[in-house]
């Protein structure tokens, strides 16, 4: 890999990458691959083969590049590093360690379903990542191999790990689904906090193949939180601008800690939405929910990444994000959720 020198935008007060609509975007969405070791039934379902790259996978140091570029050009404050599912994604930690030299002062994150953590936990966390959010629906065993196909053991093994090695404020994200793990909110909640770890409790959107079945199996975050509210004392935590999350301090006889709903289709935080997302393949979706996006491709020539040419492709991209997404063909598992 050709070494990229660190971003030098302490010394040049950047821009802003401000939408039609006057947000700010600087939360960038990086998917690494669209290969993904789980077929969680409300994504793609059993047996569904890994979504075929259409085109060439963006290589890490386009990556970089384009990171760096971004950062320095607008001002990021956090990457998260997605998929598909990352840790399948062979140079992951080489390349967390490689965001983490040359943008220092940007939140790196990641989302994962946990199941490798315990092999590339250790590595990760000594690269540089700063924080971690692991999928997980069932806490059932059974459950979780219907739900996910996989066994639950791994992503167990690899929260206690992650925590062991030194990641802190660890977050679960839940997708509940009725007729699935919609009674099963109370035993994570409290397996959640229990262990202190914050759960935050998901509505299905109607993205990809899937999109019918997460229409007919929707649970509305007010469910969520009507149930939970039957076991736990629930305190509103103060929202931080932008954020997905209604947040609550959640008290029991036995247990204590923050859980959260996320309501993109009951309550949709697009007023405050600041994210952009970046495929493996190299396409920059500006809203989750629009199936427009701009190929980032063609920012790159024989001399590496030209300039010009990337700020044109992202503002328009960015000027084409709506007020609000309606719906998404493309897959989760290639957009990067
Ligand atoms: N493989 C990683 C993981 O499992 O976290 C990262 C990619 S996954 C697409 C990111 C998150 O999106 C997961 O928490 C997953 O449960 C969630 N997700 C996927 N499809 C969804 C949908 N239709 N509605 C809501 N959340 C979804």
Redesign the pocket.
């Known amino acids: 890999m050709v070494q990229i020198l660190p971003s030098s935008r302490s010394q040049v007060r950047p821009l802003g990458l401000v939408d039609g609509c006057g947000r700010t975007i600087d939360h960038l969405r990086l998917s690494v691959t669209s290969k993904?070791d789980?077929r969680?039934v409300?994504?793609r379902p059993n047996g569904q083969a890994d979504a075929p790259a259409v085109r060439g996978l963006l290589t890490d140091e386009r990556r970089i590049e384009l990171v760096r570029f971004v950062h320095e050009q607008y001002g990021l404050g956090r990457v998260r590093i997605?998929?598909?599912?990352?840790l399948v994604y062979g140079s992951v930690v080489r390349l967390v360690a490689e965001l983490k030299r040359v943008v220092p002062d940007v939140e790196l994150v990641m989302?994962?379903?946990g199941r490798l953590l315990y092999n590339k936990g250790f590595e990760l966390f000594h690269a540089g990542l700063d924080r971690l959010?692991?999928?997980l629906?069932s806490i059932n065993p059974e459950r979780y191999r219907e739900i996910a196909g996989a066994d639950i053991g791994d992503v167990l093994n690899g929260i206690e790990s992650a925590r062991f090695v030194g990641f802190r404020d660890l977050k679960i994200?839940t997708?509940v689904l009725r007729g699935v793990n919609d009674h099963e909110i109370v035993d994570l909640a409290t397996w959640a906090l229990s262990r202190n770890l914050e759960i935050r409790f998901?509505?299905?959107?109607?993205?990809?193949p899937?999109s019918d079945f997460?229409r007919r199996a929707f649970v509305s975050a007010a469910e969520v939180q009507a149930v939970l509210a039957k076991r736990f004392q629930l305190d509103p935590i103060r929202r931080d601008p932008g954020a997905t999350a209604r947040l609550f301090r959640a008290t029991s006889r036995t247990a204590r800690g923050v859980v959260g709903v996320i309501a993109?289709v009951t309550d949709p935080f697009c007023a405050t939405c600041r994210r952009m997302r970046l495929t493996a393949e190299g396409m920059l979706y500006p809203c989750l929910l629009d199936d427009r996006s701009v190929d980032m491709r063609p920012a790159f020539g024989d001399a590496g990444l030209s300039p010009t040419r990337a700020d044109a492709l992202i503002r328009s991209a960015v000027a084409a994000k709506g007020l609000r997404g309606v719906t998404q063909a493309t897959p989760?598992?290639r957009?990067?959720?």
């Open positions: 993904c789980l969680c409300y994504c997605t998929g598909g599912e990352p989302t994962t379903n959010n692991i999928s629906d994200n997708v998901l509505e299905a959107m109607p993205v990809g899937e997460n993109p989760m598992v957009l990067g959720g």
